[in-house]
């Protein structure tokens, strides 16, 4: 496969069926009310109760985290014997994390920004880097650690790769 038809595939299953913030757990979706500035309730469910889920959980709810959203990438792109690595970028001084996925196509590393409810102006387009290298200097900038987490994200577990950095 090349980099464009990768890219579609992922954008048709994440982008073209509506997919929430939010998360599901033991049979129940969890969203954010976006009405209110900060929804603590959300908020308080996310740090206390989520786990990372199925990918194909993530496809029969239609909702997820950052981290749901990279899992079911990769579950993708691995049926595919397609290469990635998940990231975790910490922005210690705003005290931020997202998780990205990067996958590897035509020699080269590309990054997709596919998570659900996305504000940032790359949503939907695909940034492709020379190497690895090149996008880990890219997202460095500015004080921003960029931390390779592909073996903590664990199916069922607590994102404690991301909790840990919560101070």
């Known amino acids: 496969m090349l980099i464009k038809e990768t890219c579609k595939l992922l954008k048709q299953e994440l982008l073209d069926n509506g997919y ?6 033991n049979g129940k ?9 900060f929804d603590k309730e959300f908020f308080d469910h996310l740090l206390t109760e989520y786990c990372i889920q199925d990918p194909k959980d993530t496809m029969k709810a239609k909702v997820g985290t950052c981290n749901d959203a990279v899992v079911l ?14 990231w975790l970028l910490h922005d210690k001084q705003s005290r931020k994390q997202h998780t990205v996925l990067t996958f590897y196509l ?11 409810q996305s504000g940032k102006p790359w949503y939907g387009k695909e940034l492709i880097f020379d190497n690895e290298r090149s996008f880990v200097d ?19 577990k607590r994102p404690d790769f991301l909790l840990s950095r919560m101070v």
């Open 20 to 25: 929430e913030y939010g998360f599901y757990l």
């Open 29 to 37: 979706t969890y969203k954010p009310d976006m009405t209110k500035d």
């Open 73 to 86: 990438m990769r579950y993708i792109l691995d049926k595919r014997n397609i290469p990635s690595k998940i």
């Open 106 to 116: 035509e020699n080269k590393t590309v990054y997709l920004e596919l998570t659900p």
């Open 138 to 156: 890219e997202y460095s900038k500015g004080g921003i650690e960029v931390i390779d987490v592909t073996d903590s994200v664990l199916i069922g």
